[in-house]
């Protein structure tokens, strides 16, 4: 599976942001597709999830950004509100068969957020 993610970018404190992340080749393994972020200096986290209609976060986000998926064009989405310093990161998408299997997994977009 190859994952191409995009939408990052330069944005103030309380705006949003949009990132894609479009999965082609063998995608029928590709059950949970997710988020995570590393920021300078810090492990990479979790960010969001889904799997079928389920979704998680972490907790610092819940309530901010939401993740969906097109399963017509095996697309992920995560739409990211009221944006804090605190959410600058490379964020990069994944994809497998469960949470702690991602196997697959994109090149990173940067997200900055100014304060």
């Known amino acids: 599976v190859q994952l191409q993610a995009s939408g990052g970018g330069l944005v103030q404190a309380g705006g949003s942001l949009r990132l894609s992340c479009a999965a082609s080749?063998?995608?029928?393994?590709?059950?949970?597709m997710g988020w995570f972020r590393q920021a300078p200096g810090k492990e990479r986290e979790f960010v969001a999830a889904?799997?079928?209609?389920?979704?998680s976060y972490v907790d610092s986000v819940k309530g901010r950004f939401t993740i969906s998926r097109d399963y017509a064009t095996n697309t992920a989405y995560l739409q990211m509100n009221s944006l804090k310093s605190e959410d600058t990161a490379v964020y990069y998408c994944?994809?497998?068969?469960?949470?702690?299997?991602?196997?697959?997994w994109g090149k990173g977009t940067q997200v900055t957020v100014s304060s």
């Open positions: 994944a994809a497998g068969k469960a949470l702690d299997g991602m196997d697959s």
């Open positions: 080749g063998r995608t029928f393994g590709s059950i949970v």
């Open positions: 889904i799997r079928w209609s389920t979704t």
